[in-house]
């Protein structure tokens, strides 16, 4: 158990369509990093929030967009869903702003584009 | 930018010793973390290595390098459970940046 909880755990969606995926940090942690994972690649960098502010942001389009909220907790939309958006997203909590989103990663949830 | 290179796939046998390697380049340097990620679940955290040297915990060691841009992980004791993939993320000025990671199957 990290204390990191995201939700939904599962989703599908129609190509088009928009989504937001949830994140719980864990209880003080002021970072949250997002990734998106596709199978057989490792966790590939979306964004970071430090603050309720983006801190940081990886090769992903402007549909990809964020927010974190004063409690921590942070949301990930994504706009006109593509069929390649199919993977799985990870977000990650951290006290440490230089540890870069650190250590801890809820289950993530397994998003399918059809 | 970052740079990481692990080997793709490995395979050891139960009860074996293995050793996977990770090469890094990245700026401003703090430190590395190697994540443990069984199919379809998220990463789960093993180590952080900020000094050099090994780390020991159980199992499982960690070795940094800094001026080498180096780092492995050993497993001792391998069990069927230790099958899966292996992640290496060097810590640096930018936000945690993977590599694919190293697959590990363990055989009987």
């Known amino acids: 158990e990290t204390g990191v909880t995201q939700s939904p755990t599962h989703l599908i969606k129609t190509r088009g369509q928009q989504v937001t995926l949830r994140c719980s940090s864990q209880s003080g942690h002021n970072t949250v990093s997002w990734y998106q994972q596709a199978l057989g690649q490792g966790p590939q960098f979306i964004f970071q929030?430090?603050?309720?502010?983006?801190?940081g942001r990886g090769n992903f389009p402007p549909r990809f967009s964020g927010l974190q909220f004063p409690n921590y907790s942070s949301e990930l939309n994504v706009n006109a869903l593509e069929l390649d958006d199919s993977a799985l997203y990870l977000c990650a909590s951290s006290l440490a702003i230089s540890d870069g989103g650190g250590a801890f990663f809820g289950q993530g949830t397994r998003l399918t584009v059809v | 930018g970052q740079n990481i290179d692990q080997p793709t796939e490995m395979t050891a046998t139960e009860g074996a010793i293995v050793q996977i390697n990770c090469t890094y380049q990245t700026s401003g340097f703090n430190g590395l973390f190697w994540y443990q990620q069984h199919a379809g679940e998220a990463p789960t955290f093993l180590s952080y290595n900020v000094l050099d040297g090994l780390e020991e915990k159980g199992r499982f060691s960690s070795f940094l390098s800094r001026s080498k841009g180096y780092s492995y992980l050993l497993l001792k004791e391998l069990q069927m459970k230790d099958s899966a993939s292996y992640l290496c993320?060097?810590?640096?000025?930018?936000?945690?940046?993977f590599g694919k990671g190293t697959r590990l199957s363990v055989i009987a």
């Open positions: 993320a060097p810590s640096g000025n930018t936000p945690l940046v």
């Open positions: 929030y430090y603050r309720e502010e983006e801190n």
